[in-house]
């Protein structure tokens, strides 16, 4: 107590100038998001918090003149672990786009590792110039219909909101269990309740009785609309809207139809899941601002939802405002309609300067060995890769839409010998199997996708929504088997295999998610990736490899694969490859 009863009596000094600041950024236009103006004053920042707008005098000053002073931008909703990379490479990236704070949800390696993949990220995480605060997974296994790598009870979040960093519990997903009042979803919820803390939504396909529920229990955001009329009915019963664009989701241009200066204040921008190449090359919060603005949404409202919409949604008393009292968490820019981030200064320190991220110390945390270990499963032979099409050769197929997580259910004649599935590339009609790679079960999901559109070979994934077992989509049985053992070499990973041979890999041995290297050599590996394929003939205007890790997430519609079998989202249960009348 007597410490921060002496911090707080330097920080007043310097706000009623007895003593002097610490830095003062002077001629800067300041982005008041509470009013949306802006201002020409100067900012005082003292112990990393501003304490003063005005004349002030500091030890350093910094001269803004002709740029904007704004907030360090929030991410609402991010899984680190898309990015392929630890959260201090992650941070190295998104810093120079502005972000300052994330709120993680870890659930992707929990659901290889459990409670032992978040205290990873959590330690990871710690002492970096990135705030990276997370809600814990709610839902490890995503769904009863799928084998993950783990399962987390309400009694193993316990011990874990003792964290300072933690502010909630993530995004709950199964709906169905919300729904049925589940005990052990309750038990969650309830736990979260009584420590006032946030609870994070999934709302995919949910119609409006379904809100109600998810509002009902205390779930008060979601990131899954895809189109404003869902944002409407979201932000009629009280939700907050995250507007999510992301590598694999690109919806935000839709649901900005919705965002108007009555309901902004409810809104507020996520990337949930985006790749290494997307946020270097595109950005991350800053290229959602540049997308609103473009879209014709008042530039202020946009910073005022990129700041301290997300701050408020999750409690954040001191973020997401230039203001006295508030984190000095500050980014100097060129201009307010490109967004270009030239400083970035976080908690009074400048960690990025001409749009360089300036070098920080790094306590790298070694993995402990089930973590580099985690694909774990039985041999597979071709045998296990066949798609059973007895008495039929119209199948249930799962048709891709590019840029979106979402998959159509089509039922289409295919070729058929020996009462099994052939892959067609004529008809754009290609293998995929999800193999269990957690628990040695030896189950092997097999399927058939189309719109992938590749004419050889076969890319497969230890990145496969939520429970991350491996999935593959090929041409033929050999290129897939090929592919599936590389992978288990590799300790997870992404791959391209033509003609019985690995062309192109990313190495993940960490959970099979992420890479243990710099994100400037991941990044070099994922372009040797995308350039592979080429050679196997994939045209797409989109990322073949985050659609394919989206094809095994049964919580998303219409159709998916997991390593049980074929199940129907809207049904909620498998279903047969061969369509039954």
Sequence with gaps: ????????????????????????????????????????????????????????????????????????????????????????????????HGVTTVIADPHEIGNVNGV???????????????????????????????????????????????????????????????????DHMLSKIISAQKKSLC??????????????????????????????????????????????????????????????????????????????DDLIAEGSIDYNVRVAIEEGLDPLIAFQIATINAAECFGLKNKGAIAPGYDADILLLESLENVQVHSVIKAGKMVVEDGKCLPFSINRVQPIKKIIDSVRMKPITVDD??????????????????????????????????????????????????????????????????????????????????????????TNDKDILVAIETIQQKRGGLVVIEDGKCIASIPLPIAGLMSDQDYSSVNLQLKNLNDSLNSIGFKGDYNPFLTLSFLALPVIPEIKLTDIGLFDVTLFTHISNAKTV
Excluded: W
């Design 1 to 96: 107590m007597n410490n921060h009863k002496i911090q707080l009596q330097k920080l007043i000094e310097a706000a009623s100038k007895r003593a002097i600041a610490d830095l003062v950024i002077k001629n800067g236009k300041v982005i008041d998001v509470f009013n949306q103006t802006v201002t020409c004053i100067d900012v005082a920042i003292k112990d990393g918090k501003i304490i003063g707008l005005g004349q002030y005098e500091g030890v350093d000053t910094i001269d803004a003149a002709g740029k904007y002073v704004c907030p360090g931008f929030i991410d609402g909703h991010v899984h680190i672990e898309s990015s392929m990379v630890t959260p201090p490479e992650f941070a190295k990236i998104v810093l120079p």
């Design 385 to 474: 890769l066949q798609v059973n099409m007895v008495a039929s050769n119209e199948a249930n197929i799962i048709q891709i839409i590019p840029n979106s997580i979402v998959t159509k259910k089509v039922v289409e004649e295919v070729d058929v010998i020996h009462d099994c599935f052939m892959p067609s590339t004529n008809k754009d009609q290609l293998k995929l199997v999800v193999v269990e790679r957690h628990h040695l079960t030896g189950n092997v999901g097999t399927g058939i996708v189309k719109g992938l559109g590749l004419q050889k070979g076969a890319i497969a994934s230890t990145v496969a929504h939520d429970s991350h077992n491996i999935v593959v989509a090929g």
């Design 199 to 276: 609870i994070d939504g999934h709302a995919a396909g949910v119609d409006t009785v379904g809100l109600n529920v998810y509002m009902t229990a205390g779930i008060r955001t979601d990131h899954e609309c895809i189109h404003a009329q869902e944002v409407h009915e979201r932000l009629l019963r009280g939700m907050y809207v995250m507007l999510r664009e992301g590598s694999a989701a690109r919806d935000l241009r839709q649901l900005l139809k919705a965002v108007n200066e009555k309901n902004a204040r409810r809104c507020l921008f996520v990337t949930d899941d985006k790749h290494l």
């Design 116 to 182: 032992d993949g978040i205290k990873f990220m959590l330690d990871s995480s710690e002492d970096i110039p990135l705030d990276v605060l997370m809600m814990l997974p709610s839902c490890v296994p995503a769904t009863p219909f799928e084998n993950a790598g783990a399962k987390i009870s309400a009694n193993d979040l316990e011990p874990l909101y003792q964290h300072k960093r933690v502010l909630g519990l993530g995004e709950v997903m199964d709906y169905p269990s919300v729904h049925q009042a589940s």
